[in-house]
């Protein structure tokens, strides 16, 4: 069974198990890529390690059901293994409006590029990406040198300097290749940059709304398992899992759906459906006494309508059949 | 005195007409909780259409039957995509939309969620005529219930929260769509008039980013009030890819509900197809 198989078998497996009460305190994380599921679904495992017992993972290549699961109430974060912006094309404004209302997001080179990942790579992932920078090649192998720039307490336990897998990244310049540090509304903290180009190659963010992104701009792999820059391989280099992992735990402790809902949600389905039972409820007692009205207003109509259709028979005949009798006695 | 039986006869005529007279007021059809008065879209939806000179404006009203204590229209617009079935699975001739539903992979994954955080699959299964053909039809729509978990219509009308399946025989048409006037309503609109009885409010250029997304709700709605929406739509070459460029074998459906009192009272689905950009 191939991983994709594995995956899908797992996705529908996770979704068909009945709700308890242990799956309602958990955030469900999101991993989303239409062609490398595998690469997905081992970053899945390994965040299951130490996000098992607060985090369901679900692995996609669906854009559909991620447009619709960014609305839902227990959403924890959105992972985007994607290395080409065409692929996240519809979930450009998806993503945006669940970045903008609260909502973490963790990124690859996919979504870092602006030409294809538009407002995604400015507002959600704000790496603004116009250029690419090349890897250096150590015993063959397509390296990027990450060199620490800001610290965030979260991110302690990786190394000042380390060499990772990728091939390429992407970053905002001029024309001129010379490096630009674009200027957004809320917390651009870039923690790691290429040691050679000083280009960011990780970005910690957080919007005014509290939102939080993570932006790998490198981490560029291939599926192929003979690739010098086979993903398999970066999944098992430590400093990837600690930098994955620290990710995810970053932006989870930021404004998310599940903090916003994860508590409440249950109540607010409950009180949809009872605020309309009311409102039906209220309609029917409205239709029903309107029916009453109407139906008494009838009666008396048809009351007062014979009664009249007595009266002018009455008068017409019953009066003029006593009327000659008195005309008569007169005239005897 | 004795009275003439005749008298008799004319006073039981007079009970009789007037008791038919009543009975016959009381038996009136009571009129729609919600009558539609006009209902204009245009033949086939085409980007840049007013530079080819094609219609692109679409014209709605209604008019209440009843007084409400809440007034709700909602319109969405879906795309057409094609279906992808549980392996080995196709759908037979005589399988109805709701079971073809079923068994897309899309909706089997979202039908599954809604059930897990507890939220019944708000199914709509009718006969619909669209664009000319009767099929059966399958539809749901879960924009109602994801409203309670957006802060803003603006922000659930940029996520899809509407599907629908229509069948006749062994054709099956899936579309997948969003809450709102128009797919990505702002940059798409030329402009929306939103009427009710003689408050008018008309949206234009950045206006459009206040403007209702789709969703009209109004509180203790009295009978016999008006409700109108115009726009026109005016797409660019390259923008709403759900519905790709070069495509002509597919259509774009427009969905109105109108909700008397939370109740479904008035469903219309518009269909319109893609058509090529002329050069």
Known sequence: MSWNDRYLVALVVVLLIPATVADQEKSLVILYTPDMTDFAGGIADLLSEDFGDSCNFMVTDDPSVVSFMLSLPNIGCVILPVLRGKQVETLIDPLCAYFEAGGAAIGFQGCCGQSQAEDLARDVFPAFGNSTGSPTMKSGVPVNEYVRDEEIPTFADLPAEFDLLGQFFTYSATLSRELLEPDVPGDRIVLYRDRGSGAPLVMAYENEAGSRSISFTGCFVRTREDAANYYGNLLDDENFRAMISDSLEWTLSGKTRFSDYGSIYPEMIEGQVEADDSLRQRAEERMEQRERNRLLALAAAWIVGILFSFALIYRAFLGRAEGPGEVDSHSA | ?279
């Open chain 2, 1 to 279: 005195m004795g009275i003439d039986s005749r008298l008799y006869t004319i006073l039981a005529v007079a009970v009789i007409m007037s008791t038919l007279v009543v009975a016959t007021i009381f038996r009136a059809d009571k009129p729609e909780e919600i009558a539609i008065l006009r209902n204009k879209k245009p033949e086939m939806f085409i980007k840049e259409a007013a530079q080819k000179g094609v219609e692109s404006s679409f014209s709605f009203s209604c008019i209440s039957g009843r007084e409400m204590g809440q007034m709700e229209l909602r319109f969405s617009v879906l795309a057409e995509k094609e279906p992808i079935y549980d392996p080995d699975w196709v759908p037979g001739e005589e399988t109805s939309a709701a079971e073809t539903a079923n068994h897309i992979v899309t909706l089997v994954s979202i039908l599954s969620t809604m059930e897990r955080l507890g939220a019944e699959p708000p199914i709509i299964q009718r006969a619909m005529e669209v664009n000319g053909t009767e099929y059966d039809a399958a539809i749901y729509d879960f924009s109602r219930i994801l409203e309670l978990f957006c802060s803003s219509r603006r922000g659930l009308s940029k996520s899809i929260s509407v599907f629908a399946v229509l069948k006749k025989g062994e054709e099956v048409r899936y579309f997948e769509g969003r809450t709102g006037f128009f797919l990505d309503q702002v940059n798409s609109l030329d402009y929306l008039t939103v009427r009710r009885g003689e408050n008018r409010s008309e949206y234009v250029g950045d206006e459009l980013e206040d403007s209702p997304f789709g969703i009209l709700r109004y509180s203790d709605f009295p009978k016999d009030e008006e409700i109108s929406v115009i726009f026109e739509v005016q797409v660019e070459v390259d923008a709403i890819p759900e519905i790709p460029l070069g495509v002509t074998d597919r259509l774009v459906l427009q969905m109105i509900q109108g909700y008397a009192d939370g109740d479904l009272s008035m469903f219309v689905l518009n269909g319109m197809p893609v058509g090529l950009v002329i050069a």
